[in-house]
């Protein structure tokens, strides 16, 4: 997650070390699970078994803040009339928008045979819909280049060109120079980062556009990717992949590569029992249908009268278990239904998975950022012939007036699937301010959207309203079923020693019988100690976690699910999409945020039906620590008020298209990147539209003139926020009042959720009476019975005062915090970074980097963090009024 990326310790493991640790198992499938079975133990393994990329220096850029592409304004004035919408945003609390690999577009072929086979069925079933005929002669189709994801990491090239032979960049150039986030022109192939000798300019003459590249210091290195183009060295189709993306094209095409080995010819057969499901969707029909193309016998709960709702078109919100086999719910009728099914994923590693799973007879595709030009307009191509049934998209794409262009009239969509849909939910565990994109309204206009079907594992009352209004889905038309799995034993004890419980735990039944484990930590640094201790010891375990190359990752997932490795240490990153039906054992090696990333997390073990075993390891010190980061996200008024005044300030009229890179903004204000975006969006889709959120791009671009080679390369940075001013607000106080207030429910929320879950790992370990089946450290029913009534708490019933250790006063905390700030006296503080340094919380304007060394730093992690403001905001008046 993005949050804790600066405690990502470099991966040494390579991926000949990880085959030489493995061990020879026996067999069992990943995927899919057989049939359910009773709860019984498995048998047992053998326990003894075994198992860089340097960023290049990046010159130091200095934003430039309202520098705007041409292109931007073209796609930003379509769609500038969004309805104002209630609700709201909050930054990614779990850092998923930072765990969204920008992708890259890939096209799932299925064969010919199938694709052609589609295409008879599409026609007979819908004569108004020729897809090959609707894109035989497009005309001026709009050409599409994805906008990044949540990650400005990738960027689009220009359009492959000759060299330039001379040192000045020809005139004809500048016509090429593709923006970042225009979807107007093909992205080319990236070439690689010119060699260039360090501290010599060598033969380069160095031009930047934006007149600040003879800046030489270098800053911020790894937060700030570089990209170079080389036309010289694109291939005339563009088909290399985008330097930096090359890992994640690698993943992608791998998972493209085997669909196609899979895709299976098209069945007359198959053929025969769709249409026989498409004329009369009846239960038995659909029954047929899913022995015919899935290999089942029945539907499981909820799963038929899902299909059902939706092959009638009517919008369903479904609450599945982990497990549970929601995917079966839009594939099914993605066979039946005449248009496209459009997936919206979170994660790309998610959408690649899903991907995967689609069954052979149904072709599909993915567009996402990191891609060659060949995917993409490839992915394209298949699109408008019809022969993609299923689209995966990341929410970002939804900000792009272009991408929504691709299927105007000519391309009919039958059903938007929102997978993960607690996303919509500020008040959810995983809140996404992209996702607030995805309004009905929204959908409706732009994309002619009438069916959608929302999905998720697990959502409170309240999510489930705010799913239920954004997406303007009947409350009747609800279905959920228990999000508890019975056959999960679910069991905490208290830990001073994590370390040596852990492998105490792994030595000890049941877990020692066990071949495959997660254990969740909560840190990228935390997994890599945690699992070559377990190296250490004898056990065959990998780490896993989103600072690791993609490439790395998934080779970790594909051994782990044909059980090569017997444990998989990882954070959060891990398991989302992740399909092994035989994971018997999830150890909690720190408290989950909330209980539903515990339900979440707990839902990896047992997906096969059979008695599954999860351990919590309690410690209040953990707690402290992930409630202090609780607080990282948290604005002041005045710092809201100040930004406020920037985005409107008095240059920005309105139509006026600005930006401001994201980076320095950051800095400035002292707000996390993601927030920033965070009041963007609500800006956007708040009460009041007061601006239209355009595509991110980079605002500085450098040229490189290679004297001898005649090659020419470019480098683009400081990626920035863009948006047009639609409305100035009338009253900026009262908007950066009400703003500053909604953000800090939103946290609030969170550090809720987070009390939520210690208050049961409490209860269990001192509170529980053991008289209702619990015993030991096992806790099964109390557990149980606790997450019950956290889902069906109804809206505006008051919050349990989850009780916490957390101290509301502390004898030295004032005298600390004079100290402090005497001896700190040189830098420029808000009580809240002085908070936030008491509680060893990094900010944008003091990184860890520099105050982790601080003596006080982290000191006050146990008293409550308003506290801690209060005592500075008293010691600083005090310290200004001396003057000091
Ligand atoms: N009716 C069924 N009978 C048997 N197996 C099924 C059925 N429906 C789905 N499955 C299988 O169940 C497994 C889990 O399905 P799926 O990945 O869709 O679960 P999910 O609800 O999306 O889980 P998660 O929320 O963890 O992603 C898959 O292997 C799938 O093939």
């Avoid at 220096?57 to 104002?84: G, H, I, L």
């Avoid at 790309?348 to 060659?372: E, H, I, N, Y």
């Avoid at 408290?591 to 390891?617: M, N």
């Amino acid at each position: 997650p993005a949050m804790y990326s600066s405690l990502h310790a470099a991966d040494s493991d390579s991926d000949d070390s990880l085959l030489s640790d493995v061990s020879a198992s026996p067999t069992r499938r990943c995927s899919p699970a057989p049939r359910p079975a009773p709860p019984k133990h498995r048998p047992t393994p053998d326990p003894t078994s075994k198992p860089k990329r340097k960023p290049k220096p990046k010159p130091k850029p200095v934003p430039s803040s309202t520098s705007a592409p041409a292109s931007a304004s073209a796609s930003a004035s379509a769609s500038a009339s969004a309805p104002p919408i209630r609700a709201a945003a909050l930054s990614d609390p779990h850092g998923l928008a930072a765990r969204i690999a920008p992708g890259s577009a890939l096209t799932a072929s299925a064969s010919t045979v199938s694709f052609s086979s589609f295409r008879r069925l599409v026609q007979s079933r819908n004569l108004s819909f020729e897809p090959a005929a609707a894109f035989s002669n497009p005309g001026p189709a709009p050409e599409l280049e994805p906008e990044p994801e949540s990650e400005p990491a990738e960027i689009p090239s220009a359009e492959p060109s000759p060299p330039p032979a001379a040192t000045h960049p020809p005139p004809q150039l500048r016509p090429k120079r593709v923006h970042p986030n225009s979807v107007s022109e093909a992205p080319a192939a990236a070439a690689e980062q010119p060699k260039r000798p360090r501290g010599d300019p060598g033969n380069f003459v160095r031009l930047n556009i934006n007149g600040y590249g003879r800046k030489k210091s270098f800053k911020s290195q790894a937060r700030r990717p570089t990209k170079y183009r080389s036309w010289k060295r694109q291939q005339p189709g563009g088909g290399k992949p985008r330097a930096g993306a090359d890992e994640e094209g690698d993943f992608v095409a791998e998972a493209l590569l085997e669909r196609e080995k899979n895709s299976a010819a098209g069945d007359d057969g198959v053929l025969k029992v769709v249409e026989v499901a498409r004329e009369d969707p009846s239960e038995q029909n659909l029954e047929g249908l899913l022995r015919k193309v899935f290999g089942y016998d029945s539907f499981r709960e909820g799963q038929l009268e899902a299909i059902q709702n939706v092959v009638a078109g009517e919008s369903t919100v479904l609450v599945l278990p982990t497990g549970a086999g929601k995917s079966l719910c839009y594939q099914l009728p993605a066979m039946i239904l005449p248009g496209l099914t459009l997936v919206v994923s979170p994660l790309l590693s998610l959408m690649v998975d899903q991907l995967r799973k689609l069954p052979a007879f149904l072709p599909g595709g993915l567009l996402a950022s990191s891609q060659t030009s060949d995917e993409f307009h490839g992915t394209l191509r298949l699109l408008r012939a019809g022969e993609i049934k299923v689209l995966f998209v990341s929410p970002e794409r939804f900000l792009n007036e272009e991408f929504l262009q691709i299927f105007g009239d000519t391309l009919p969509i039958s059903l938007v699937v929102i997978d993960e849909a607690h996303c919509i939910s500020e008040w959810s565990h995983n809140f996404r301010p992209s996702y607030l994109r995805l309004r009905a309204s929204l959908l409706r206009r732009k994309l002619n959207i009438q069916c959608i079907l929302a999905m998720t594992a697990t959502a409170t009352t309240q999510t489930l309203q705010e799913i239920v209004n954004a997406l303007e889905i009947p409350s009747g038309n609800l279905i959920q079923t228990s999000q508890i799995r019975e056959n999960l034993k679910l069991s905490i004890s208290m830990s001073d020693n994590r370390l040596k419980d852990l492998m105490l735990l792994l030595k000890s039944p049941p877990f020692v019988n066990m071949r495959s484990i997660i254990v969740y930590c909560k840190f990228q640094t935390e997994t890599d100690y945690v699992c070559k201790h377990l190296c250490d010891n004898n056990i065959n375990a990998k780490s896993y976690h989103s600072g690791l190359l993609m490439k790395k990752r998934s080779r970790v997932q594909e051994l782990f699910c044909s059980n090569k490795i017997r444990v998989v240490v990882a954070t959060v990153a891990f398991g989302m999409g992740l399909d092994k039906s035989d994971v018997e054992g999830v150890i909690h090696y720190r408290l989950p945020e909330s209980l539903e990333e515990y339900i979440q997390e707990t839902g990896r073990a047992g997906r096969d039906g059979r008695l599954s075993h999860c351990h919590l390891l309690f410690d209040s010190t953990t707690f402290y620590k992930i409630r202090s980061l609780s607080h990282s996200d948290g604005i002041d008024e005045y710092a809201m008020s100040k930004f406020l005044n920037q985005i409107f300030s008095s240059g920005n009229t309105m139509g006026c298209i600005c930006s401001f890179p994201k980076e320095s903004t950051s800095r400035k204000f002292d707000i996390k990147e993601e927030v920033l975006l965070t009041v963007l969006t609500q800006l956007e889709i708040g009460e009041e539209q007061y601006l239209h959120l355009l595509p991110q791009f980079s605002v500085t671009c450098t040229l490189y003139f290679h004297k001898f080679s005649g090659e020419l390369s470019y480098e683009l940075k400081d990626p920035a926020y863009c948006y047009m001013i639609l409305k100035r607000p009338d009253d900026l106080n009262a908007l950066s009042a009400n703003l500053t207030k909604w953000l800090s429910e939103v946290e609030n929320s969170k550090i809720r959720k987070l009390d939520a879950m210690f208050a049961l790992a409490y209860y269990a370990v001192k509170g529980c009476k053991k008289t209702d089946g619990c015993s030991g450290s096992e806790h099964t029913p109390c557990i149980q019975k606790r997450i019950i009534d956290y889902f069906s708490k109804k809206e505006g019933t008051p919050d349990d005062d989850y009780c916490t250790p957390l101290r509301k006063s502390s004898t030295f905390l004032q005298s600390d915090i004079k100290v402090f700030l005497q001896s700190n006296s040189f830098a420029k503080f808000t009580p809240r970074a002085v908070a936030r340094i008491m509680h060893g919380i990094s900010s944008p304007a003091f990184p860890a980097a520099t105050w982790a060394k601080n003596h006080f730093w982290g000191r006050y992690m146990e008293v409550d963090f308003p506290v801690v403001i209060e005592a500075a905001k008293a010691e600083l008046v005090k310290f200004v009024g001396k003057g000091e």
